[in-house]
């Protein structure tokens, strides 16, 4: 939930029922929250759940290295994400996908050992998408958008739940914006 939606439930919502309408969407519980670890390049059979974590793990030299301080670069999608090393010659980097599409990474490292490596992966558009052995088990408080199929507008989960109040809320928004006059 962006921050609009998150706006527009408390504004008209009822915060002790989460699964009730809002104008912030329509939501369902969930348990889990989707995490996938790769230990090693990954490839176009491998699929991810859009905005799940996604944890690279690579194996290189032993290096004296903080933990904390990057010593490579992660680019994907016309981003740069710093990768750090985990100590016993372990390297990490983690991301979360904003989209569905297919994806292709490449690491820049003065780490001979890890510049240049590279792969892809597929980011599917269901989230959360099928439970992993590495997924984050959450309490009983969590909640996300409706996965109905009907309600997705292109990729977007949940979208006509929140749509479907547009003319609602700007008719609001006229009023509020009348009471500074």
Not at 140 to 153: G, P, V
Request: aromatic content about 16%.
């Amino acid at each position: 939930m962006g921050d609009t939606p998150s706006l527009l439930y408390i504004m008209d919502g009822d915060p002790s029922d989460p699964l009730g309408e809002s104008w912030g969407g329509s939501f369902e519980r969930i348990s889990y929250s989707p995490r996938k670890i790769f230990h090693r390049n990954t490839t176009l059979r491998d699929t991810v759940s859009v905005y799940s974590v996604i944890e690279f793990h690579f194996k290189g030299p032993k290096i004296d290295n903080n933990i904390e301080t990057p010593c490579f670069t992660f680019r994907i999608d016309k981003q740069d994400w710093d990768g750090y090393y985990l100590g016993d010659g372990k390297y990490c980097v983690k991301y979360v996908p904003k989209a569905p599409a297919v994806l292709e990474y490449q690491i820049m490292s003065e780490i001979k050992e890890l510049d240049g490596m590279k792969g892809e992966f597929v980011v599917d558009k269901m989230w959360p998408g099928d439970i992993t052995k590495d997924a984050y088990q959450l309490g009983e408080n969590w909640y996300t958008d409706k996965a109905e199929l009907s309600l997705f507008e292109g990729p977007w989960q949940g979208f006509k739940t929140v749509a479907k109040w547009k003319t609602t809320v700007l008719l609001d928004w006229e009023k509020r914006w009348n009471w500074l006059k």
